[in-house]
């Protein structure tokens, strides 16, 4: 099953030159795909159309086999692909960690007791609970890390989609996420630049380079 579909994307920052011009892929139900290629390809600018936060000069998105081109069409997509932001600060807003892994499943419509339990469940499938009631402010980069995606993985995405998830982690927390990403059944697309990591959890994939993408 086809689950995300980019054909002949093209994308310029205004004024600048472009970023991709004919970037085309798929991703297919259970796959672990990498993107990889050199700082400033356009690799995060591809994840962000997938996702809808921005949206291309040209080509097409589609997502579970309807095409997405409006801001509405996206509403799907979000709420069935997970994404773990680069920078972990810039997706947890909450006081606390219970609050910040509650936040997904309350917004889908749960009750409280029910996103409570799914808080619960989720810390406690990836080793976390420890966390459960810290402040989200005051955990270390790798800690932040993992409840990021314990908030994801909270929304029961089919997709999950990460972008560069082994920043600021130290050792423990590094071997940490790659065990918790191993046992997963979703579909991963993966960013990073960490040749070992991409080895464990994506070895293949695509490679963007001079604006477009090539299987490899």
């Known amino acids: 099953m086809l689950l995300l579909d980019l054909n002949d994307i093209h994308f310029a920052y205004p004024g600048l030159d472009p970023v991709l011009e004919g970037a085309s892929m798929t991703l297919k139900a259970g796959e672990r795909l990498s993107i990889v290629g050199p700082n400033g390809a356009g690799k995060s600018t591809l994840l962000k159309i997938i996702m809808g936060l921005i949206a291309p000069d040209r080509g097409t998105v589609t997502a579970f086999g309807k095409p997405c081109s409006s801001e509405p069409d996206f509403y799907e997509v979000r709420r069935r692909v997970g994404f773990v932001f680069q920078d972990a600060d810039d997706q947890l807003f909450c006081p606390t960690v219970a609050e910040d892994v509650a936040f997904g ?17 989720v810390l406690s499938r990836l080793g976390l609970m420890h966390l459960r009631d810290r402040v989200t402010h005051k955990l270390s980069g790798g800690e932040k890390r993992l409840v990021t995606l314990a908030t994801v993985l909270a929304m029961e995405p089919e997709v999950l989609i990460l972008d560069e998830p082994t920043n600021a982690l130290d050792p423990e927390n590094y071997a940490r996420l790659a065990e918790i990403l191993k046992e997963l059944d979703q579909a991963v697309l993966l960013v990073s630049h960490d040749p070992e990591f991409r080895e464990q959890i994506a070895p293949t994939g695509y490679h963007l380079m001079e604006r477009t993408l090539s299987r490899v």
């Open 105 to 121: 499943p309350l917004n889908l419509g749960k009750s409280k007791q029910e996103a409570l339990a799914v808080v619960d469940a």
